[in-house]
T-cell receptor, first 113, second 110 residues
Framework: DGGITQSPKYLFRKEGQNVTLSCEQN?????MYWYRQDPGQGLRLIYY???????QKGDIAEGYSVSREKKESFPLTVTSAQKNPTAFYLC????????????FGPGTRLTVL | GQQVMQIPQYQHVQEGEDFTTYCNSS?????IQWYKQRPGGHPVFLIQ?????EVKKQKRLTFQFGEAKKNSSLHITATQTTDVGTYFC??????????FGSGTRLLVRP
């Protein structure tokens, strides 16, 4: 089955710890994205990548970092510099950027204690 | 930067009633997409509109793109409990990213 996987589904961390969220896709998509969603809110773009070894900051990149070493993978690290990291994190991919349909993974719910 | 205003923020309807959510932009949009997110789930693509005045239907859902390409609407006829969720509009920005509206949360009373 083709799709996007994110792991883990739920993640708990202590304040001050860095944590890396996994995102893998087997759709052969060039573009990948990370969004943050807070309760009752919309989607805010953290980082996006149009192609391997290239990525751009989104609207709320501070306190986050990414890498894109392989086409299939786009991990997100939530660093200790992120002031309020507890949120629902969604990864998405698309064949190309902009106007094309985005496919979302199931999300990771991160709770920082 | 570019953004869209989505209204209403919430809508609570009786099962069988109709529902409409609106997406408005101050600038002309090249395209608009609609997504549905079930409670606890992830957004799922519903449709994309590209042409001025375009109307598309999916069973009980009707999507419209305004003549000036500055607004769009999603109308659900005779809502069912399975329609519960948050509906987002989104459009392709000037770069590679997709810009999402704030969403309309639909609650349906059985």
């Amino acid at each position: 089955d083709g799709g996007i996987t994110q792991s883990p589904k739920y993640l708990f961390r202590k304040e001050g710890q860095n944590v890396t969220l996994s995102c893998e896709q087997n759709l052969n998509h060039d573009a990948m994205y990370w969004y943050r969603q807070d309760p009752g809110q919309g989607l805010r773009l953290i980082y996006y990548s149009q192609i391997v070894n290239d990525f751009q900051k989104g609207d709320i990149a501070e306190g986050y970092s990414v890498s894109r070493e392989k086409k299939e993978s786009f991990p997100l690290t939530v660093t200790s510099a992120q002031k309020n990291p507890t949120a629902f994190y969604l990864c998405a991919s698309s064949t190309s950027g902009g106007a094309t349909e985005q496919f979302f993974g199931p999300g990771t719910r991160l709770t920082v204690l | 930067g570019q953004q869209v205003m989505q209204i209403p923020q919430y809508q609570h309807v009786q099962e069988g009633e109709d529902f409409t959510t609106y997406c408005n932009s101050s600038t002309t949009l090249s395209n608009i997409q609609w997504y549905k997110q079930r409670p606890g789930g992830h957004p799922v693509f519903l449709i994309q509109l590209v042409k001025s005045g375009e109307v598309k239907k999916q069973k009980r859902l009707t999507f419209q793109f305004g003549e000036a390409k500055k607004n769009s609407s999603l109308h659900i006829t005779a809502t069912q409990t399975t329609d519960v969720g948050t509906y987002f509009c989104a459009f392709g920005g000037s770069s590679y990213k997709l810009i999402f509206g704030s969403g309309t949360r639909l609650l349906v009373r059985p």
